[in-house]
């Protein structure tokens, strides 16, 4: 219950814009790995398991913490590659004045390539799942549902809610997904995660790319992620640490079906307002006098 509250607790504190704490003081350090997975393929096990070795971890839970939607927002509908060389600078410098010298999830998953041509030394992490349709059965039963959800009060009436589903259909367009009534297809999201291994693969040289499913756990990772990680790894390796396994599935879902709830209460409200009016005047107007 308490990992919903602060499930709640998070999304809140990016809509309504409450005070951030968690800035750091700017730093020069630059990306020692740029997370090319989508989201729903672990990322946030390996968000865990980087921060295990030492690393400041972007997610897309730092995202909306950070107020970072607006500039993902730009990025995403930028029109011009001007434009988007501007917004692409702009989450540079964020990303450098909070710390962070890691990326994955949506959505800077998507702009790997860009963040690469800022950090050409740093090494790319592209999280996968065993199976497309493994993935896109993950994605329709939980970040997907977001969509159909926001056109509906009282959440359509949140601007960064507004961004953050505009910036995910611009996500679903450009992995080859675009949305029917607010949902991707299953079909194009099964085919959209294994061409973008392929495209991962011709766009990365194979010396700076580790493909990465949960299962494979620390090793490979470790591995890839030598010599600058060596006595980190040796430490978590001896000690029999397990691989991080977070999965959020059912906390996203519980969540999405209290959204729901808070959707309909909200909608039925004026008609239950409206019931509770007539039937007081009906009440009032003819019931039987008292006999005397």
């Known amino acids: 219950m308490l990992e919903l509250v602060s499930k709640v607790e998070m999304v809140s504190t990016g809509l309504f814009g409450r005070k951030d704490e968690g800035a750091v003081a700017a730093t020069s350090e630059p990306l020692y790995v740029i997370g090319a997975g989508f989201a729903r393929t672990g990322t946030s096990s390996l968000k865990l398991a980087l921060e295990t070795l030492g690393l400041r971890v972007y997610h897309m839970t730092e995202n909306v913490k950070n107020h970072n939607l607006p500039l993902w927002h730009a990025w995403s509908a930028a029109k011009s590659p001007e434009e988007r060389a501007r917004a692409i600078d702009g989450i540079v410098d964020e990303l450098a004045s909070r710390g962070f010298n890691?990326?994955?999830d949506f959505p800077a998953s998507l702009a790997y390539e860009e963040l690469l041509g800022h950090y050409p030394s740093?090494?790319?992490?592209?999280?996968?799942?065993?199976?497309?349709?493994?993935w896109a059965a993950s994605v329709l039963s939980t970040i997907a549902r977001f969509g159909p959800l926001s056109k509906y009060p009282p959440w359509r009436f949140f601007e960064s809610l507004r961004m953050n589903v505009e910036t995910h259909e611009y996500i679903w367009q450009t992995i080859g997904a675009p949305t029917v009534d607010g949902l991707p297809l299953r079909d194009d999201l099964a085919a959209a995660h294994d061409s973008w291994i392929d495209k991962v693969r011709a766009t990365v040289p194979s010396d700076?790319?580790?493909v990465h499913e949960a299962k494979d756990g620390w090793k490979p990772l470790c591995e890839f992620l030598s010599p600058e990680f060596e006595q980190q790894c040796a430490d978590i390796l001896k000690s029999g640490v397990p691989y991080p396994h977070a999965n959020d599935?059912?906390?996203?879902?519980?969540?999405?079906?209290?959204s729901q709830i808070i959707s309909f209460l909200f909608c039925s409200a004026p008609l239950l307002v409206?019931?509770?009016c007539a039937r007081r005047f009906f009440v009032k107007f003819y019931r039987k006098p008292k006999r005397i």
Not at 123 to 133: A, I, P, Y
Not at 249 to 258: E, G, H
């Open 249 to 258: 599935t059912s906390k996203m879902q519980t969540f999405i079906a209290l």
């Open 102 to 104: 890691a990326t994955t």
């Open 208 to 210: 700076k790319l580790l």
């Open 122 to 134: 740093a090494k790319v992490l592209l999280s996968v799942r065993s199976k497309g349709e493994v």
């Open 274 to 276: 409206i019931f509770l």
